[in-house]
Nanobody
Framework: QVQLVESGGGSVQAGGSLRLSCVRA????????MAWFRQAPGKEREVAAR???????YYGDFVKGRFIISADNTMDTVTLEMNNLKPEDTAVYYC???????????????WGQGTQVTVSS
């Protein structure tokens, strides 16, 4: 089992920044990819960013250079720095772990409980 715990969500005005953190524990040796997904009301869950064990980062098309994902050497702590936030970034953000990676949520076996991000105009 793998446990993922997110923190750092909150409310911010448009143009502001937030930092999300995810701490993982448990049998993590096979979980080589960590990701942040988000889900807004009435919308499908989509990947915001993911990072591999080699430190290679990928971002969703909507990010457009505003977010940075990073991880420590063990990948037990993953951070998502979100800058220039927009009202459309409002969503619940989830940390996820996968042995395979990719942008599909179905590839991810373990999920955190989610943290709310609200951006006001």
């Amino acid at each position: 089992q793998v446990q993922l715990v997110e923190s750092g969500g909150g409310s911010v005005q448009a143009g502001g920044s937030l930092r999300l953190s995810c701490v993982r524990a448990g049998r993590t040796s096979s979980m080589s990819v960590m990701a942040w997904f988000r889900q807004a009301p009435g919308k499908e869950r989509e990947v915001a960013a993911r990072i591999t064990g080699y430190g290679v980062a990928y971002y969703g098309d909507f990010v457009k250079g505003r977010f940075i994902i990073s991880a420590d050497n063990t990948m037990d702590t993953v951070t998502l720095e979100m800058n220039n936030l927009k009202p459309e970034d409002t969503a619940v953000y989830y940390c996820a772990a996968s042995a395979y990676g990719g942008s599909a949520s179905t590839n991810y076996d373990y999920w955190g409980q989610g943290t709310q991000v609200t951006v006001s105009s």
